[in-house]
């Protein structure tokens, strides 16, 4: 059965994945992605899903001990310095800042912050754990910019959830200076790991993510959108992804509650392919930085 073409290359080549909600578990009921063989787009084929439904999460920033919330802070260094090679100072926005890690180091670090995010407990976390005091909670699509603000926007694993990125990096656009940045990561569709997982890769993250793109693709998207990309990254970050979707794998197809058994199964395997996953193209998630051309 047809059930449509590739949103991305117009493709009528493509595989079927059916796949639920193993990350997080709050259905489960059965989704499908179309895998397109031409331009390796994997997007979702059902709409009016809910979605709100699905982003219900398990843990509260205000659960962690400021011991483990340090301690994870020390480890977004890397992503500081990676993000000090371009800029020392300036106004920087960041949609969907997660526990905030990044954004405070940024903060601590002579930047000015805006955020935007929609999780209200998470706005609470920020506004009152953190001290930020630009946080608007807004819908990351639908929020409203100011024009010619930003020195960079930062939108860690963000673009794959979705239905209209290419309206969504035009407002961005408008927000950027001219020869501003644009700091982006997003799960990798060519990775070693969905080759090997299909279905069952923990970074479809079903049905949050709407699509999973290549390196090529989002270029294709950002380039059509007057932005050039300057930087690829497969490190740290990369690496940190790798592990994660091996441990989550673990999780999901053993279906064992032990925690620590999961996690030494996740990271044997993870050290055991390490040397493939670290090839660049190959890892489960990449960073890209652009730059708005004038
Ligand atoms: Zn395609």
Redesign the pocket.
Not at 6 to 13: K, V
Not at 78 to 87: A, H, P
Not at 133 to 138: A, G, V
């Given at each position: 059965m047809k059930y449509k073409v590739?949103s991305?290359?117009s493709?009528e080549n493509y595989k079927i994945l059916r796949t639920k909600d193993y990350n997080r578990g709050n259905s489960n009921k059965i989704y499908e992605y179309s895998q397109?063989y031409?331009?390796s787009?994997i997007s979702i084929i059902d709409t009016n899903i809910g979605l709100d439904h699905y982003y219900k999460s398990s843990l509260s920033p205000f659960d962690l001990t400021d011991k483990k919330f340090n301690k994870i802070l020390k480890k977004n260094i890397y992503f500081l310095k990676y993000f000090n090679k371009f800029l020392n100072n300036g106004n920087i926005l960041e949609i969907g800042p997660g526990f905030g890690y990044f954004s405070l180091l940024l903060k601590q670090n002579n930047f000015n912050i805006d955020i935007i995010e929609q999780d209200h407990d998470l706005c609470q976390f920020y506004k009152t754990k953190l001290n930020f005091k630009n946080i608007k909670e807004d819908d990351i699509f639908n929020a409203k910019l100011t024009n010619d603000k930003y020195d960079a926007v930062v939108a860690w694993q963000v673009i794959e959830h979705l239905k209209y990125p290419d309206e969504w990096i035009l407002k961005i656009r408008d927000s950027i200076k001219t020869k501003g940045y644009f700091f982006l990561s997003t799960p990798n569709a060519s990775s070693f790991q969905f080759k090997i997982m299909k279905s069952l890769w923990p970074h479809i993250d079903t049905p949050r993510h709407q699509f999973i793109y290549t390196p090529d693709l989002i270029k294709n998207i950002m380039e059509k959108n007057n932005f050039t990309l300057v930087n690829i990254n497969w490190g740290i970050d990369t690496i940190l992804w790798n592990r994660f979707g091996w441990i989550s794998f673990v999780k999901n197809t053993l279906n064992i509650k032990n925690k620590i058994f999961n996690k030494i199964l996740g990271n044997l395997l993870f050290l055991l392919f390490f040397p493939l996953e670290s090839i660049p193209g190959y890892g489960s998630s990449f960073i890209q930085v652009y730059k708005k051309n004038i």
């Amino acid at each position: 059965m047809k059930y449509k073409v590739c949103s991305m290359c117009s493709s009528e080549n493509y595989k079927i994945l059916r796949t639920k909600d193993y990350n997080r578990g709050n259905s489960n009921k059965i989704y499908e992605y179309s895998q397109c063989y031409n331009c390796s787009l994997i997007s979702i084929i059902d709409t009016n899903i809910g979605l709100d439904h699905y982003y219900k999460s398990s843990l509260s920033p205000f659960d962690l001990t400021d011991k483990k919330f340090n301690k994870i802070l020390k480890k977004n260094i890397y992503f500081l310095k990676y993000f000090n090679k371009f800029l020392n100072n300036g106004n920087i926005l960041e949609i969907g800042p997660g526990f905030g890690y990044f954004s405070l180091l940024l903060k601590q670090n002579n930047f000015n912050i805006d955020i935007i995010e929609q999780d209200h407990d998470l706005c609470q976390f920020y506004k009152t754990k953190l001290n930020f005091k630009n946080i608007k909670e807004d819908d990351i699509f639908n929020a409203k910019l100011t024009n010619d603000k930003y020195d960079a926007v930062v939108a860690w694993q963000v673009i794959e959830h979705l239905k209209y990125p290419d309206e969504w990096i035009l407002k961005i656009r408008d927000s950027i200076k001219t020869k501003g940045y644009f700091f982006l990561s997003t799960p990798n569709a060519s990775s070693f790991q969905f080759k090997i997982m299909k279905s069952l890769w923990p970074h479809i993250d079903t049905p949050r993510h709407q699509f999973i793109y290549t390196p090529d693709l989002i270029k294709n998207i950002m380039e059509k959108n007057n932005f050039t990309l300057v930087n690829i990254n497969w490190g740290i970050d990369t690496i940190l992804w790798n592990r994660f979707g091996w441990i989550s794998f673990v999780k999901n197809t053993l279906n064992i509650k032990n925690k620590i058994f999961n996690k030494i199964l996740g990271n044997l395997l993870f050290l055991l392919f390490f040397p493939l996953e670290s090839i660049p193209g190959y890892g489960s998630s990449f960073i890209q930085v652009y730059k708005k051309n004038i």
